[in-house]
């Protein structure tokens, strides 16, 4: 296991032996979004995210992310997820790109206890403000399953929703 463990690191600081051309790198990013609730649950919400991961080249990216939902004054909730996006370079200032969420909630926000899984596909396109920095806009679908009698209805929770996010 330690020389799993080993190999793995060297692995990881190997990539950035070439400063100048690094194949991975870090990448953030920090984002506002709404979502129009749909169905039979018609609950809109609003969205702060942050997520930390790694560009590995010019067309993928992974990272971990934490949420903040809220629906009304008194009704708010976390969440974490992953997500992984796929880049499509249009010209040296824009790229379009896939974008997927998946996670969980927790809070009033997000449906009462411990939820089911929150799916989240988005299409965007990101435009570069400087080598380093991107305004990421998207159009997301967001599906989250509970499954469980809440607010009125039972099944699931689905919206569409628009978020703005800068990029760095």
Avoid at 39 to 67: C, E, H, M, P, T
Avoid at 76 to 85: D, E
Avoid at 139 to 158: I, M, P, S, V
Wanted: aromatic letters at 12%; one cysteine or more; a positive charge.
């Amino acid at each position: 296991m330690k020389k799993i463990l080993v190999l793995t690191v060297v692995s990881v600081l190997s990539l950035h032996a070439f400063p100048q051309n690094r194949l991975v790198k870090y990448q953030g990013e920090v984002s506002v979004g709404y979502a129009f609730g749909i169905g039979k649950i018609d609950s809109n919400k609003a969205s702060l995210q942050i997520v930390n991961g790694v560009r590995i080249g010019k067309y993928f990216a992974v990272g971990l992310g934490l949420g903040w939902d809220c629906r009304g004054e008194y009704a708010w909730g976390l969440s974490t997820f992953g997500n992984l996006k796929g880049y499509l370079p249009v010209s040296e200032k824009m790229s379009l790109f896939l974008s997927t969420d998946v996670g969980g909630g927790w809070g009033k926000a997000n449906r009462g206890e411990i939820n089911g899984v929150i799916v989240s596909p988005a299409l965007g396109v990101s435009l570069k403000v400087s080598p380093q920095s991107a305004i990421n806009v998207s159009l997301a679908y967001t599906h989250q399953a509970f499954g469980k009698y809440r607010f009125g209805a039972y099944g699931n929770y689905d919206a569409l929703g628009i978020k703005v996010g800068f990029q760095f």
